[in-house]
């Protein structure tokens, strides 16, 4: 099984940039589509972006088109997620996790720790 740690989060100002990065540990890694999803005081937790495996295909929330890149590094077992233009309603904590496109997040049990991330203005 995947198991991952989230870093980079912090407070930043409307505008501004965030790089997230996630540690995986875990030999299905490289094989294995990952993601980036959020949760929002009292809001839902929701899929942010995803990536293949070979890190050939990307996928994002309407919400965060054209802001948000994620990008993986198989031989360092990392994803990242870089956050530009950032919005008050990116205040969420970020979590990594392996992503499966038939699964809400509510599906999944393993979560890490996750990173707070909080746009002031």
């Known amino acids: 099984q995947v198991r991952v740690v989230e870093s980079g989060g912090g407070l930043v100002q409307v505008g501004g940039s965030l790089r997230l990065s996630c540690a995986a540990s875990?030999?299905?890694?490289?094989?294995?589509?990952m993601g980036w999803f959020r949760q929002a005081p009292g809001k839902e937790r929701e899929v942010v972006a995803a990536?293949?495996?070979?890190?050939?295909?990307?996928n994002y929330a309407d919400s965060v088109k054209g802001r948000f890149t994620i990008s993986r590094d198989n031989v360092e077992s990392m994803v990242y997620l870089q956050m530009n233009s950032l919005k008050l309603e990116d205040t969420a904590v970020y979590y990594c996790?392996?992503?499966?496109?038939?699964?809400?997040?509510?599906?999944?049990?393993?979560w890490g720790q996750g990173t707070q991330v909080t746009v002031s203005s």
């Open positions: 996790n392996v992503y499966y496109t038939s699964y809400a997040p509510s599906d999944y049990t393993y």
């Open positions: 875990g030999d299905a890694f490289s094989t294995t589509s």
């Open positions: 990536i293949s495996w070979q890190g050939l295909s990307t």
